[in-house]
């Protein structure tokens, strides 16, 4: 069995189907607990929420998916190591965060100059919403973001998009509870003034 | 570290980033442990400024950080495509900090082209 050469026919199979196909010959033995449905909840429950506590760490949508990608599989095959299944989103959301600050670092490492990368302005793609705001002003949002630390940025993405609480934030992200006040009330403002021109 | 909160002005410097990297520093990691400072920094007042609606913030960051509209049949079609047995054993390995022996064993199946 050749699992590299499986790959491209396996994705050519997979893309632009909506549920997933069973792989005839499966490249890889699967651990009892790696049950194709659980993973299939996963990604759709989880996966929006992770890929963008992933793009506001490393502000590089390649690199977003790719992460989203490794905490999926992570989840997947630790899944049965979670006693509270209650906490299930912050568990995911944990490592989410650990495997984007780890992605970050090694990048950081490898990099000439440690400013280069990741690339900046990944995040001003134009998705099919944004293209509603002109792009003046959806590039001042972005500016300020980018004046933010990745740790506040997540915060502020944490409380305002994903809607979790400050005790939630501090344990995802393994922070204190006056660090998700401070950076979260810092960034509310930063942000918020350049919101004046959103419709 | 010594117990010397910011004054009020430094922590208005913090918020709006008129602020020299070092001091932001030290700033920072007294702000990571001290409740009265958070509390003195929720009580300066915001620059006067249009009110945004309490949503508009979640929205504007939902745009910019849009995932691809397909990204969970691409994560799926991923995650199930990465699942070679030795990245596998290495990812389990690593989560449970086990060894790949013991990780070997936690496998359905031995690993039928790659054993040595
Ligand atoms: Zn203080």
Redesign the interface.
Known sequence: ?R??AL?PS??RQ??G??R?VT?AEP??????A?D?AV??RL??EH??AV??LA??VVRDRALA?DI??ET???A???LP?LRDQGSLRSWVLRIANNTAISTLRARRAIAVDPHELPEAEA??ER????RV?SDAV?SE??AA?D?LDELSRTI??LR??EGLSYDEIAAVLN?????V??RL??A??????T??E?A | MKLRHPSKAVLRDWLTGEIEPDTTDTVERHLDTCARCAATLEAIEPAPETPVAPEALGSALAIVLAPPSDLAQRLEAGVTARLSSRQMMEVVADLFGAGMETTRLLMIEGDDDDDS
């Open positions: 069995m699992p590299a790959l396996i994705q997979r893309r189907s909506a997933p792989v490249a890889a033995p699967v651990p009892a790696a194709p993973l299939h990604v759709v996966g929006d890929y963008r793009l506001s998916e989203a990608q999926m599989m992570k997947w095959l630790a190591t995040p001003v998705s099919v919403e944004s705001q959806v949002f972005v973001l004046t502020v993405v305002e998009v922070v204190p509870l006056p660090t006040k401070t009330l810092r509310r403002r930063r942000l918020s003034s919101l004046k959103w």
